[in-house]
Structure formats: C-alpha cells, structure tokens
C-alpha cells in the first residue's frame, strides 16, 4: 500500500516537472529581456499588410513595428510570432552632431529639400513622427550630444563614425566654430526662393543663427547667400542646410573710416536732404550708400553682399610727379604738362593736399563711388586744367618768376572748386618746373655772359684794390721809420723841454742854494757876533772873575801860561844835563832827545 502511495507521489512529482518545464518552454519561447544599454526592435511575423509606400507599423500590422522596447523584461512575444532584435543606443558626443535620414512619412514638398522638423522627442517617438506630418528623407532637425533610443527600420543616423559611408566628411559633423577675428558668411541650401532683385536672402528672426532650421524657413527665410552671418562661438548647424564661410572681420584703421555700400536690406530711403543733388544717403539696414560711416576697429560685414570704402580722416597728399605716396591714390598722376602764352611746352610737379571729415565721407563717396574715382574723375581734371589754363596766360619766364603768385591763385581757384565735392583743400605746392631746354639756353648763355662780364669787373676792382693794396702796403712798410722819425723828433722836443725844464730847475735851484747860502752867511755872521759877543762877555766876566780870585798879577801870569802852551812853547825843557859836566848825564841827554823824537814822528802819523 505504502509502495503504491510512494509510486503515485513519483508520478505526481514528474507530472509536476513536466509541467513546469513545459510551462518553462512556454515562457521562455514568449520572453525578452532587453538590457540597459540597447532597445528592442520588434518584428511581427503575421498581421495585417502595411499600407503601400508605409515601411513601418503603427497598428499591428506585419513587418518592423514603430515603437521600441525599452530596458526591462517582456512576455507574450511569442517567438513563432515575433523577433525582437536588440540595438545598441545612438550617442552623439560631445562637440558633435548628428544627422537623420527618415525611411518613411510623407514626401518633402518639391519647393524644399528637406523633411520638417515635428515634435517627435527627437525622433525617438516614431508614431509621433509619422501622425505628426513628419516627411521622409534627410530631415532639417539634428541631434544634439547624447544618448537616444531611435528605430533603425525608421531612422538613419548619421554621426562622425559613419560619415564616410553617406559620402560626409566627418569635420561636417562637429559643432562648428567661428573664432573671434572673423565671421561666418552663410549660404542656405533650404527656404523660398530670394525675391527678384536682392543679392541675399532678408534677415528673420527666431532662428538662433541658423541653428533652429524649421524656424527659419517658417519664418521666411530665404534659400541661398545670407545678409545675417555668424559672429564668434559655437554654432550646431544642419549641413544639409547651411554652408559656412568664413572670413576676416573689416578692420578699419585709425585714421580712417569706412564708408558701407550695402546691396541688401530694407527698401531704399534717401535721408541726404534736399540740398544734396548729387547722391543719396540711407539709414544703417537699408541698400545703398549708409549716412554713417564705420569708425576705426573690427566691425562684422558682410563682405558678400557689402562694400566698405576706406576713406582717408587724415590729410592725403596727391602727387602730380614721378614719385607716388604709400596709399597709391596717386600711383596714375604724371607731371603736367603746360603751353605758354609765347608757344612753349614745359612740365611742373604739382602736389594737392587735402583733407575729408569723417561726417562728409559718406556724401563723398556716394557722389564719386570711391576714394580712386574721386582723384581720377575730381581731382586730377581740376588740378591739371586751372594750370594748363594759367600758363596760357603768361610766358614761360613770367612764370618762373612768378611762381610763388601762381601758387596762392592755384589754391584759391581748386579749394572752390573742390569744395562742391565736400572735400576740403589744405594746400597746392608748386615743384619742380621744367622749361624748355632751347630756352633755358638762351637763358643761361645769356647768364653765363652777364657773369663773365661781371666776373671782369670784379677782377677789375680787385686789381685796383690790389694796387691800393700795394700801395698801403709800401706805406705800411716804411710807417715804421716814419714812427721811429715821428718818436724821435717828439723824444728830441721832449728832451729840449727836459733840459729847459731843468736848467730853469737849476737856476732855481741856484737861485735857492745863493739865496740859502745868503741866508746861512748871514745867519753865520749873526751867530759868530753873537757867539764872540758871548765868548767876549764870558772872558771878560772869567777875567773879572780870576782877578778877583787870584789877583791881577797872577791872572795875567795865568794867562801868559795858556797863551804859552797853546802855541807849543815849552817852559820847562824836555832834557836836562846836570852841571856837573859828567859823561853819563851828556848821554843821557841824548838818549832823551832820540826818544823824544820818536815820540813825535808816531804822533804824527
């Protein structure tokens, strides 16, 4: 019993594992698991037949179907009726873009060349792209950097990696860049025809330079060369519907400005005024000629459909001679030639200086076209003729002569007529004038002759300077002896003078020395009278005196003595010998005698 309870509990266990494998197999053969980083493409086996030209289902029908499946887990597709292949996502990098070919939608309109943009979460809802009027072929809206779940069986997406294969370059499909010393001059290749008339399509808004492309052809936009162009930056551009130029911005120079000539824009509207007859002015956006010009720096023209004319603020110096300025305006002016009044031919070098306000550059240039047509056609008629004219009026020596005269009408007669162009005039210098050589011969034979002649007279007056010369000379020479003369005779008058001046100091002196020794004499007498009138008084009182004292005898006595031994009379002997007749006191009276007289010859010497 129990082994038949065992029995059915085995056969119910394999009837379970078969069912659950059975179940399994079912499963499995109706589940799909799609990962995180892919899609599913689902293709019904059996169903309705799409409609004819429709490549893809919406309803059910057979064939590829239109919605992907997500990452997940799905059942009930079953295999015998459904194949899910799995795609990779679409990434697009960044500083790239990517380009979409739709395999299906209505057909793009022959007036354009590409499929509409329509909200379809950038194509990754492809029902909302076929029931939102979305059209087949290349398609006016890219894709942006990212990450995108679009239906192959749908949309073709073209990227950098596969560019080659759909005959694109892949520089194409990057973001394209404009750097900052230039502008980007665009040409689209899809829009309405440009109106009859313009050069390039008009300026609409909305479409974010270029990079909105339904924007824009809804907005009017034109196919074709662009007024607007593209400044500095990144820009996602369609290349199936716009083309890039790029080009340097217009630098414009100190010292000049740019007078714009626009072939776009908004209707024509003269603003110049009433008096301006000769030319006509526009605001900034209109054709023509604009009222204001550009100011020195780099501005974004479109050179395509615009003309910047370089205009000089600074003085320009024209030259009618062989040699040409640095700007060039004068690289076709010549020396003038003239005719004068008696028949002759001559050339001149003429210089113009002249100068344009910045205001009245616009107003030049719209009446002459350009800077070179303003020197060809104004300029150079008007320099050349008043002096052609001039000459006539004078000879070739009256105007040489003349020329600073002819300088000042020149400059009066070109700055009126200069003026009418709004240019003024600074200055007119008259150069180099060449004569006619037969002319200039006579002229200088002639000269060479007065020279000569005058040359002679010089040399004349030289040599009579030179005879004066010879003559002052001989008179210099012999102005010594005449001076030494001259000195001599005043040395020799000098000298008279020296010794009548002396003799009359001599007998002066003379006159002095016997007047002093007069004087001295007399004075001497007085003082000799008056010193024996004393030595007298003296004596007589010492007289007086002594023979009160001594008595007259011995007083006289006395005197007697003096007298005596004032005149060497001896009263005592200077050798004795005694009486007694002895030999030895006879010599020894003359030893005595013998020194006695020595004594006397050494008191002579």
């Known amino acids: 019993m129990e082994l038949f309870a065992w029995l059915d509990l085995h056969r119910l266990w394999i009837a379970s594992g078969m069912l659950v494998g059975a179940g399994a197999v079912v499963v499995l053969l109706g589940t799909w698991v799609i990962p995180e980083n892919a899609s599913g493409l689902v293709v019904k086996r059996f169903g309705p037949a799409l409609q004819p030209g429709r490549l893809v289902a919406l309803d059910g029908e057979a064939g590829y179907q239109g919605r992907l499946l997500s990452p997940g887990w799905y059942f009930g ?4 009726a459904y194949r899910v292949e799995r795609i990779p996502l679409v990434v697009i990098r960044p500083g790239e873009i990517g380009l979409v070919v739709a395999a299906d939608g209505k057909p793009v309109p022959s007036e354009r060349m590409l499929g509409r943009e329509v909200a379809c979460t950038d194509f990754q809802d ?8 979305g059209e087949k072929g290349r398609q006016l809206a890219t894709l ?7 239906n192959p069986a749908l949309f073709t997406v073209i990227t950098p990696a596969n560019a080659a294969q759909h005959g694109l370059a892949p520089e194409k499909l990057k973001v394209f860049q404009v750097p900052s010393d230039r502008i980007g001059v665009v040409t689209v290749l899809d829009g309405r025809p440009i109106p009859a008339g313009d050069l390039a399509g008009p300026v609409v808004a909305g479409h974010d330079s270029f990079q909105r492309g339904q924007a824009f052809v809804d907005a009017g936009g034109c196919r074709g060369l ?36 626009s072939y776009v824009g908004r209707e024509h509207l003269d603003v110049s005024g009433e008096d301006f007859t000769h030319g006509d002015l526009v605001e900034r956006g209109r054709k023509g000629v604009w009222n204001e010009p550009l100011l020195p ?5 479109n050179v395509r459909v615009m003309k910047v004319e370089l205009v000089p603020t600074t003085n320009i110096v024209l030259n009618w001679a062989q040699r040409t300025e640095a700007h060039h305006y004068d690289e076709r002016l010549s020396p003038i030639t003239v005719r004068s009044k008696d028949g002759f031919s001559f050339s001149l070098d003429v210089s113009q200086i002249i100068h344009i306000g910045m205001k009245a550059a616009p107003r030049v240039i719209s009446r002459v076209g350009s800077m070179q047509n303003l020197v060809d056609h104004v300029l150079q008629p008007t320099v050349a003729n008043y002096f052609r004219n001039s000459a006539q009026e004078v000879t070739v020596l009256e105007f040489l002569s003349a020329r600073s005269q002819r300088q000042k009408e020149a400059y009066e007669d070109i700055r009126t007529a200069v003026e009418a162009y709004d240019v003024e005039c600074i200055d007119t210098l008259i150069g180099d004038i060449v004569p006619p050589a037969e002319l ?9 002759a007065d020279e000569l002649q005058r040359t002679y007279d010089i040399q004349r007056q030289a040599q009579v300077k030179r005879q004066e010369l010879e003559r002052e000379t001989a008179v210099a020479n012999m102005q010594g002896e005449v001076v030494r003369s001259e000195q001599m005779v005043r ?14 100091g001599e007998a002066a002196a003379l006159r002095f020395h016997a007047q002093a020794e007069a004087d001295a004499q007399r004075l001497r007498g007085e003082a000799e009278a ?3 009138r004393a030595t007298g008084e003296a004596r007589a009182d010492a007289y007086r005196l002594g023979i009160a004292a001594v008595g007259t005898e011995g007083f006289t006595a006395i005197q007697i003595a003096g007298v005596l031994a004032e005149h060497g009379v001896r009263l005592v002997p200077d050798i004795a010998v005694s009486s007694d007749g002895s030999s030895g006191g006879l010599a020894t009276a003359m030893l005595g005698r013998v020194l006695a007289g020595t004594s006397r010859v050494e008191n002579g010497k």
């Open 440 to 448: 200039m011969k006579t002229q200088t034979d002639r000269k060479i």
């Open 226 to 261: 662009q007024e607007d162009v593209l400044l500095s930056g990144s820009w996602n551009l369609n290349p199936w519907l716009v083309q890039v130029e790029l080009v340097p911005m217009t630098e414009i120079p100190i010292g000049y400005v740019g007078v714009v000539v």
């Open 297 to 301: 720096g780099k501005h974004p023209v």
């Open 77 to 80: 597709l079953w295999r015998w």
């Open 144 to 150: 942006k950097a990212g990450a995108y779940r679009i």
């Open 530 to 532: 008056a010193a024996t």
């Open 126 to 133: 492809a029902r909302a792209f076929i029931t939102g009027g």
């Open 491 to 504: 040395i020799t008058e000098r000298q008279a003078q020296s010794a009548a001046e002396q003799a009359k």
